[in-house]
């Protein structure tokens, strides 16, 4: 059975940092490319960052270039989410996503993505 499965949430304080995991299992496996996605109240869920299978690509949004490091351990099949110096702003439901087509160039988008994790919650106090 085809699933994706975060942990690493929870409650630190700004210029603290968080590891976030997502555990892949079923079809999964044979993904091209793993995305992590972050949605806060009220806003639609937006690009965090992405890894392509073989890990030597990445891509970030703005908002978290040098800050965040997306990486992967293939004998675990896991993808990890390194957040470091947080911010208020980075308050948010974090989730996972996988995709097993064809790999693609737009790797931002939500519709690149055929499955999703649950997520998880990230929340960056005073």
């Known amino acids: 059975q085809e699933q994706l499965v975060e942990s690493g949430g929870g409650l630190v304080q700004a210029g603290g940092s968080l590891r976030l995991s997502c555990a892949a299992s079923?079809?999964?496996?044979?993904?091209?490319?793993m995305g992590w996605f972050r949605q806060a109240p009220g806003k639609e869920r937006a690009f965090v960052a992405a890894i392509r299978r073989s890990g030597s690509i990445t891509n970030y949004a703005d908002s978290v270039k040098g800050r965040f490091t997306i990486s992967r351990d293939n004998a675990k099949n896991t993808v990890y989410l390194q957040m470091n110096t947080l911010k208020l702003e980075d308050t948010a439901v974090y989730y996972c996503a996988a995709r097993i087509r064809p790999t693609t160039a737009f790797v931002t988008t939500k519709n690149s993505y055929d499955y999703w994790g649950q997520g998880t919650q990230v929340t960056v106090s005073s």
């Open positions: 079923g079809r999964i496996l044979s993904m091209t490319v």
